[in-house]
């Protein structure tokens, strides 16, 4: 049996101080915090398993739109870009199905239910995901900056196959970092005066000899800090280089539409990538205080609020980027609604004749028409002849306008 140690280790003071109610603890002053005196059933143990519940349910649906708008359109996929995308949506998937519902079991006052497999496996693939996202996002970064600086001579390495050796670089190094953090996590016991012993995911570096606050300052720097700077870096690049693009280009409209669509893209990275470290940054900040600076801590409730919302607001992070696409890339927006297959049959009526116009009063505007016949079929009352477009080649792709016309 273990005993509790509150001054040093603030997961276990989340996880276990915070799940035994109706108890007071002295704090480093030796008064009693009388705060906590009635703590233990709290709006938070209703209210936060809510939030990762609603997190986990949009999450997971934008995520799958994602996928499956890149997948459905082979235009897309041939991208590396979108690739990235899609490994982007795949680590937040993995994220928000294996870890976050289990964490939300920390905030109810009983012991860790599922076993130690599952205590490793959760925080492998927390860690794990984590890395693969921000390293996707430095992928991404990347290949901005070489589409932009060089396109020509480094047309061979942005390619499909080259872009999926990278995502398969970036899971194989995040398992790698994950590892010691699949190692030190375990189930361990405690017993608390008054309670039943009590069962507790957490980790435990003391068994391998290994000093905690260097792991989370190690997990600090690889996985936030030398990321995030990286990206920073490259996008201001990127930034300056579209800049200059823009100011000196006189290669008429097609060079002037290819500028337009490269920031577009290079925008859309840049405002995932703000988001993604806005969201972590109050976590990492959380995990080096409470290791480097125990003393300074209160276990009062604006710090274990503050701790919460650094929590939720990481979780958060992986239901945001589809809501980002739709916001910023109104491409996204129309392969969202077609994937959610609005058709006719939601249009009013009023509405669905609107779009159902004349046979001889063609709508196709943008169309690159290969083949088309012109049959007469009747007369108009005033005797002038009609006549029906029959598109031979191009038929199946106007039905497909028809449909972006009619989504929701």
């Known amino acids: 049996m273990k005993t509790m140690n509150m001054s040093v280790d603030y997961t276990l003071f989340e996880l276990v101080e915070d799940v035994v109610g109706n108890a007071t603890y002295r704090n480093d002053t030796g008064r009693y915090d009388t705060e906590y005196s009635s703590y233990g059933y709290g709006y938070e143990r209703i209210i936060v398993p809510l939030i990762f519940c609603a997190v986990v349910l949009f999450g997971c649906v934008g995520n799958i739109l994602v996928v499956v708008v890149v997948i459905r359109n082979r235009e897309q996929y041939a991208s590396t870009t979108n690739i990235f995308i899609v490994n982007l949506a795949i680590a937040d998937l993995a994220f928000l199905v294996f870890c976050v519902p289990f964490h939300a079991v920390t905030y109810s006052p009983d012991s860790w239910p599922f076993g130690n497999v599952v205590c490793k496996l959760v925080h492998g693939i927390q860690f794990a995901s984590m890395a693969a996202s921000i390293y996707t996002l430095v992928a991404m970064s990347l290949d901005r ?158 710090f274990y609020y503050g701790h919460i919302a650094a929590r939720v607001l990481s979780y958060a992070n992986s239901c945001m980027n589809p809501f980002i696409y739709a916001f910023v890339s109104s491409r996204f927006r129309r392969e969202f609604r077609r994937a959610l297959r609005c058709r006719h049959a939601d249009i009013p009526v009023d ?44 038929l199946p792709r106007l039905e497909r306008q028809d449909n972006d016309v009619a989504t929701c």
Do not use: M
Request: glycine share 6%; aromatic share 10%; with cysteine.
């Open 145 to 302: 900056f070489l589409a932009v600086g060089y396109p020509l001579r480094t047309k061979h390495l942005r390619q499909p196959p080259a872009a999926l050796a990278v995502v398969v670089g970036v899971w194989t190094a995040s398992l790698l970092l994950a590892a010691p953090w699949i190692a030190v996590y375990t189930v361990r016991e405690y017993e608390l005066p008054g309670f039943s012993p009590l069962l507790v995911c957490a980790d435990d570096w003391d068994t391998f000899g290994w000093h905690r606050p260097t792991g989370f300052l190690v997990l600090f720097v690889v996985d936030y800090a030398v990321p995030v700077t990286l990206i920073g870096v490259l996008s201001a690049l990127t930034v300056s280089r579209l800049w200059a693009t823009e100011t000196t280009s006189d290669g008429g409209p097609a060079q002037r539409q290819s500028v337009v669509a490269k920031q577009r893209v290079t925008g859309l990275i840049i405002v995932v990538v703000a988001v993604f470290a806005a969201c972590w940054l109050p976590s990492h900040v959380v995990w080096l205080w409470t290791n480097f600076f125990p003393a300074s801590w209160r276990h009062t409730y604006p």
């Open 351 to 394: 509405q669905r004749h609107n779009l159902q116009r004349d046979a001889a009063v063609p709508q196709v505007t943008s169309l690159r028409l290969q083949s088309v016949v012109v049959a007469n079929t009747g007369r108009h009352a005033e005797g002038r002849p009609s006549s029906t477009t029959v598109l031979s080649k191009n």
